[in-house]
């Protein structure tokens, strides 16, 4: 999945991350990003307690993880992890890989390849671990292994005169060749109310649209919400339900001053 930064990519793998544990499927995240808020990760349902969950922050370059990712899929072809897993991985473009950068004595930091050594260490192994991932399906493997990829995006402007921007995600074309699925995800608007008089954001409204698909060859397009209550449809009922059910405490935050993003506003839409 790709999108633009805050865009609700961290949302999706969280909702996914506490749907498999509901199946019984251990998620494996690999934080290469350093911005998860854990809290963030409770309230979408996740159990973080370490027979539900494994977490990996510690994983500083691409190579790094691919090698994890490897090991853990040949302890399940072996038996020594005797788990249903999915590997959660944010993100794939924020992780360096071993000789795009050099560390002098004095501290500074040169760039020797950059994106280009990037993209080419995703492209070699990128169908490398695709191909691992899907022997975990063949028949005599006792239990499987499953990814979802995290990157960001970048607006790549118009080719021609009159023509329209587009969303990219980074890492390269190579990123995206071995994929069964690739999601595109985007912010269309935040979501607001009052309280006491201060307009405050309680959430935000995206879309997400299918722009790849080998597995059904289905593509299609959506919106959700993302809010304190995790990800829930973009319907007014809802929202107005949820917006019912946070006022009194969204209250109590406003006047902590723990809620942020407000404003003064005199808004008809009071909680």
Known sequence: AYGLSDSGKSAIM???????????????FIITEKKMDW????????DLSKSKCIIRSDLKHLEDVYDYMAQKIR???????????MFFWDSVASTPSVESYKIEADGTITRK?????????IGYYNP??????????????????????????YIKPAEFAGGMATIVPNGGEKIW???SLCLEIKERAKLQ??????????????????AK?????????GEFAITCEGIVPNEEKVLKQIKDDNKERWADLLVSGDFVGSSDSSDEDEV
Do not use: W
């Open 193 to 210: 109310t009052t309280i006491k008089g201060k307009k405050v954001d309680y959430g935000k409204v995206c879309k997400v649209r299918v």
């Open 14 to 28: 969280l909702q996914m991350a506490a749907d498999c544990q509901k199946s019984g499927i251990i998620p494996i």
């Open 128 to 153: 490398l671990i695709m191909d691992m991932l899907n022997s975990t399906r063949e028949e005599g493997s006792a239990f499987t292994a499953g990814a979802l990829f995290l990157t960001q995006a």
């Open 213 to 221: 698909n080998h597995l059904s060859e289905i593509a299609t397009e």
């Open 39 to 46: 809290r963030r990760a409770q309230s979408h349902g996740v």
């Open 113 to 121: 390849y950059g994106n280009q050594k990037n993209a080419n260490v």
């Open 177 to 179: 060749f071995p994929l």
């Open 75 to 85: 302890d399940i072809k072996q038996g020594k992890l005797a788990k249903n897993v």
